[in-house]
């Protein structure tokens, strides 16, 4: 109950880490999508949202989330959508 009341994910989100976006080549020219510097607290929550709303498949490793495709452009107004601050977003 008292989680319910507690805005502290709010305030994670609206931290001062940088989230960076780019993309890259992996195995047989294949583009993917890496955002980095989301809460780890918040990695997995964060990826799940991401792949449903940008119908994708991806994971989280070692602080990043790895989406399939270039989607670039859409990952910065989903996470605008999922409460993170638009400056703190760095597209690449």
Known sequence: MLK??????????Q?????????????FKKIVTIVEGIDKAQLDQTTKELKHKLACGGSAKDGQIILQGNHKTKVSAALKHLGYLEESIEVR
């Open 4 to 13: 319910d009341l507690c805005v502290c994910e709010i305030l994670d989100k």
């Open 15 to 27: 931290g001062v880490a940088k989230i960076k976006v780019y993309t890259t080549s992996k195995k």
